[in-house]
Nanobody, 126 residues
Framework: EVQLVESGGGLVQAGGSLRLSCAAS????????IGWFRQAPGKEREGVSC????????YYADSVKGRFITTNDNAKNTVYLQMNSLKPEDTAVYYC???????????????????WGKGTLVTVSS
């Protein structure tokens, strides 16, 4: 069974950091772009950061540039999202996704995703 499993969400104060993990089972990330999307209450889902697994090309939304970093660990078939300098507006459910598109394309095409995780909640208090 193909699964993406996110972990690492939680409650943090503004200015703090969290690291999310996305681990795959049932398939490998080879040939995919892996992305992080988020959805806050009452808002549309948005692409936060994506990485093309094979070459490490990354995409970041303007709202997180300079604060969030996406990396991959080939040996563990895992992608990480390091979130620093968190703000209350970063509060959302964060979803991991896998797509055959490039990182850049994936960030704009949440309607063209091969696999989704179930999400992990990140809450940033002011």
């Amino acid at each position: 069974e193909v699964q993406l499993v996110e972990s690492g969400g939680g409650l943090v104060q503004a200015g703090g950091s969290l690291r999310l993990s996305c681990a795959a089972s049932g398939f490998t990330f080879d040939g995919y772009a892996i992305g992080w999307f988020r959805q806050a209450p009452g808002k549309e889902r948005e692409g936060v950061s994506c990485i093309t697994y094979n070459d490490g090309t990354t995409y970041y939304a303007d709202s997180v540039k300079g604060r969030f970093i996406t990396t991959n660990d080939n040996a563990k078939n895992t992608v990480y999202l390091q979130m620093n300098s968190l703000k209350p507006e970063d509060t959302a459910v964060y979803y991991c996704a896998a797509s055959r598109n490039t990182a850049q394309t994936m960030s704009k095409r949440s309607d063209d995703i091969d696999y989704w995780g179930k999400g992990t909640l990140v809450t940033v208090s002011s």
